[in-house]
């Protein structure tokens, strides 16, 4: 269980810091009360983080075989895409596209509350746009792979723990952070990352 715990956290808690989510809650927490919008955004990763689980326990279903050579190539897979986008990525710190496509997804929600500032409001805004914006991601993935081979409440824990330490920094200071993120050096980290997973997993496995 401390494995799956270590592995959940360490994957999430790299992969996470300078992404998508890690903005919008950035950006929300500038417009609105940090706490609303820690407890909406780690409410909705938490809920993806256990659905994924769910997913992943649901493939731990299939032959053992399949699923350790899935884990192996997977998480190289990704380690080398990842190596390959950082190495493509200018010095620069943050990657404006990433920091566009959160503002636009913040906008166009402020435009639907139409001036709500309720608690609820503000709860289900950060709740969805960080639900929306983290599924299909990388991490998403990597956390039913995890747990697809791993113990299930351990990759939990340890992903929503992650994924929290992630927001909070969002949150309280993200803004004074943003702008010294290094998407560069983040993607570059996680691909070193997730080889090294793959790595483990094939010792293990053997």
Request: aromatic residues 8%.
């Amino acid at each position: 269980m401390l494995t799956a715990f270590t592995a959940g956290l360490l994957l999430i808690t790299v992969s996470e810091l300078g992404d998508k989510t890690f903005f919008i809650a950035v950006i929300l927490s500038m417009q609105h009360s940090r706490r609303l919008v820690f407890a909406g955004v780690v409410a909705a990763l938490a809920a993806m983080t256990i659905l994924s689980v769910g997913v992943g326990q649901a493939v731990s279903l299939l032959p053992k075989l399949y699923i350790y050579y899935a884990e192996i190539v997977l998480f190289i897979a990704f380690g080398i895409k990842l190596l390959y986008e950082g190495s493509k990525m200018s010095a620069a710190t943050c990657d404006t596209e990433i920091v566009e496509e959160a503002k636009t997804a913040v906008a166009e929600a402020e435009k639907q509350l139409k001036n709500q500032k309720s608690i609820w409001a503000i709860l289900l805004e950060a709740f969805v746009l960080t639900f929306m914006a983290e599924w299909g991601d990388r991490t998403q993935f990597a956390t039913i792979t995890l747990a697809a081979a791993n113990n299930p409440v351990g990759v939990t824990i340890g992903a929503i723990l992650g994924h929290a330490i992630c927001a909070a920094i969002a949150v309280i200071g993200g803004r004074m952070l943003a702008g010294r993120i290094s998407e560069r050096t983040l993607t570059i980290a996680g691909g070193f990352l997730f080889i090294l997973f793959g790595i483990v997993a094939a010792v293990e496995g053997a």
